[in-house]
């Protein structure tokens, strides 16, 4: 067996399986069906942060899903193409663009997150209270350490110069 620098330890094994499932690693996100919807994975999630918070800047929403400014502006155009929102000047800043959902948007949105939230009882459901609790906790502690190191932790950039910077 070759001797190599990654790790070997269940933390690679756990996010290199759950990213597997996702269909992160497909070159294109391909779309995936939640109660007779198909959706990009980016999608599911602006969806949740739009129903939840009602309306957000384009800003706000790209913070929110930690993707780049242009991405969550081709993003939200492909989102209103689809009728699901609507894209409006912010009446106190012309230069932001102010994301709601319509009332298409919202429908779609209640009958993804139901079948999301189906889908996770289930899961959680196989689970015993010790598993559930433990997940909770872990899964707690890996995010915030995940935050943390992009709150401007020593980074190796692409080039392999040290540095301190985000990734």
Known sequence: MQSTTFPDDGLRRF?????????????????????GVRLSVSETFALGEL?????????????????????VSRLAAGMQERGWLSRERDADDRRLYRLTLTAH????????????????????ARLSPEERHALGVGLGALVRELEAGHEGHDTVDHAGHEGHGHH
């Open 15 to 35: 996010v290199q399986q759950i990213v597997r499932s996702s269909g992160f690693l497909e070159p294109v996100q391909r779309p995936h069906e939640h109660a």
């Open 51 to 71: 129903a939840e918070a009602g309306a957000l800047s384009q800003q706000e929403l790209a913070a929110r899903l930690g993707l780049e400014k242009s991405t």
């Open 105 to 124: 948007g919202r429908e779609v949105a209640a009958r993804v997150g139901a079948d999301l939230s189906e889908h996770h009882g289930r899961l959680l």
